[in-house]
């Protein structure tokens, strides 16, 4: 299984970096000087996509962030016959020719990079070309077919490739069988919003600049080539779309529909009005209250407008209906009143993913329940946030919090966090949620540098030779970080700690409640816990619940 996932990345990396790339000549190609890959198509899962022209010196492919890496086949053609050249040294970030086997006429291509935590210049990780005909290969995994399903999804490797300067194909990697020419570099700009990971082609020497997508409660950065048309990035069908795409903040100047990149640049969307009091409650002071969905919806499009200090109460459950929304750019509190949130899929902004994308300094999270969410894949995952990242004289708090039902996925998985650093977690809970993750995977959180303390979980805990920790609470603990008196139904509740952290009085391992004793021989000496039987046990709201008045 592992050589089939490592050989499926691969060969994907190889059509991210071989996509078809465009040529800044005119109609006479005896004008170009060493070979190009010219045109390429590729299957995924039935689904067949192809590259367009983008501008006079590019191409772009789309191809939607769910997209899960599983059966595919690949053709490329090439400017002129050619033949491939070994690497001596690969460049990071580049494709590079491995092995030329001149006796079968076939040759193996590796990335020079890691995805994932994953050695991409591994022996197990090649993908195979042949020759076709004429200037045609058609490729695919070394080992074979990869028909075993694989939960990867293309934004995952297009994440990864995003962070190399030199994503493409390596210079002198092919050579003209004519006149003996080798290629130029080819590089690869991998672009993604909520909605497709868009890939665009082009030539070494091409000007390429910054486009900042304001979007409200998301922000896209993406890299353009000079000359091309502008992108406007597209939202998710469910959410409020944008009336139209300015060129300053006050909504003054529209884009043209005949702008191209030129300059390193912001645009921002400009939202309908969506009636709801919420709106109003923004640009005022003091608590804001979310009593609908409508509400709710203005949250999620505006949250990022809501200055640090003020807080956002809940005074009603709110179902989402199926709802999909990136991750909130937040940097208020929050006091859900013990009220639910349902029924809502949160997809990444930028490394992570769940409600919020990322808690800060001195925020407070407290009171909330979260039904039936999921959090999309991303670097760290969880239902409530994918990461916290605090500071030592305001540490972030999360109080009270309990997740119920739903999906979580990320290289760092939590069932409540994908990653926390220098918060108090404190009566929080998970149950029913299905797990799954790349690296580390967690009932609570995937990789902590914090104190957890008086939280359940019994979620099951994934098993797979990709993930090289699991923990009922924690899967890695680091760093002064502490995990004590939680409890959990896996058989440990911390999966590595580190020499300076601690995981002390945590009772793991038990199926259902026990007599009280049995908790306070293990240190659970607090009167927090309702010692119900079975799998309903919950937590003593007088003792749990906080209260910024208090």
């Known amino acids: 299984m592992k050589n089939r996932i490592l050989s499926l990345l691969m060969a994907f990396c190889l059509m991210l ?20 890959i010219t045109d390429m198509s590729f299957t995924i899962n039935g689904t067949t996509y192809v590259s367009e022209a983008y501008g006079s010196s590019a191409k772009k492919m789309s191809i939607p962030v769910g997209t899960v890496l599983d059966n595919f086949s690949m053709t490329l053609e090439t400017s002129e016959p050619v033949t491939f050249l070994e690497a001596d040294s690969p460049v990071e970030g ?14 193996d291509l590796n990335l020079k990079a890691n995805v994932s935590g994953i050695d991409m210049s591994s022996s197990l990780a090649s993908v195979t070309l042949e020759p076709s005909v004429g200037n045609t290969w058609v490729g695919g995994p070394k080992f074979g077919e990869a028909t075993s399903l694989v939960n990867i999804p293309i934004s995952a490797v297009a994440t990864a490739l995003r962070s190399y300067s030199a994503s493409g194909l390596q210079a002198g990697s092919m050579q003209s069988v004519a006149t003996g020419e080798t290629n130029a570099f080819q590089r690869i700009l991998c672009n993604q919003d909520n909605v497709h990971v868009v890939l665009i082609t082009c030539l070494e020497d091409t000007d390429v600049y910054t486009v900042t997508y304001d979007c409200g409660n998301a922000t896209y950065v993406w890299q353009l080539p000079a000359g091309a048309p502008m992108i406007k990035p597209t939202l998710p069908d469910d959410v409020t779309q944008p009336e139209g795409w300015y060129t300053d903040a006050d909504f003054t100047t529209p884009l043209s529909d005949d702008a191209v990149v030129t300059e390193n640049t912001t645009l921002y969307a400009k939202f309908p009005s969506s009636g709801s009091s919420f709106e109003e409650q923004i640009t005022g002071t003091g608590t804001l209250t979310i009593s609908s969905l409508a509400d709710f919806n203005v949250f999620a499009q505006r949250a990022s407008e809501i200055a640090a200090g003020r807080r956002v109460e809940l005074a009603a459950d709110i179902d989402c209906d199926g709802a999909s929304y990136t991750a909130l750019t937040f940097a208020g509190d929050f006091d859900g009143k013990g009220h639910t949130i349902s029924n809502a899929t949160f997809k990444a ?14 925020q407070k999270i407290v009171n909330l329940k979260l039904s039936g969410i999921t959090a999309e894949y991303a670097e760290n995952a969880g ?17 009270n919090v309990q997740i119920r039902g739903g999906e979580v996925e990320g290289r760092n998985t939590g069932a409540l966090v994908g990653y926390t650093f220098l918060s108090d977690i404190k009566y929080c809970s998970s149950r029913d949620v299905a797990l799954s993750g790349l690296i580390n995977v967690g009932g609570i959180a995937g990789i902590s540098y914090s104190q957890i303390t008086y939280c359940y979980s019994i979620c099951d805990l994934p098993s797979s030779n990709f993930i090289r920790k699991t923990g009922g609470i924690v899967a890695k603990n680091l760093e002064a970080s502490n995990v004590e008196r939680c409890w959990c139904t896996a ?29 306070e021989d293990e240190g ?11 799998t309903d046990t919950s937590f003593n709201d007088s003792v749990v619940t906080y209260s910024f008045e208090s």
Request: proline share 2%; net charge negative.
């Open 524 to 534: 659970f000496t607090q009167n927090c816990w309702a010692l119900d039987d079975g």
């Open 349 to 362: 902004n930028g490394n992570n993913s769940g409600m919020f994308a990322t808690i800060g300094a001195g």
């Open 94 to 107: 580049c494709m590079y020719v491995r092995d030329v086997d001149t006796e079968n006429n076939s040759v």
């Open 491 to 519: 058989s440990t509740a911390v999966g590595q700690s580190g020499t300076d952290s601690a995981a002390s009085n945590n009772f793991t391992g038990v199926d259902q409640w026990t007599a009280a004793v049995d908790f």
């Open 383 to 399: 239902i409530l946030a994918g990461s916290i990242s605090a500071s030592g004289s305001a540490r972030a708090l999360i109080q």
């Open 17 to 36: 970096t071989l996509a078809p790339a465009a040529l800044a000549v005119e109609a006479d190609e005896t004008d170009v000087a060493s070979p190009y």
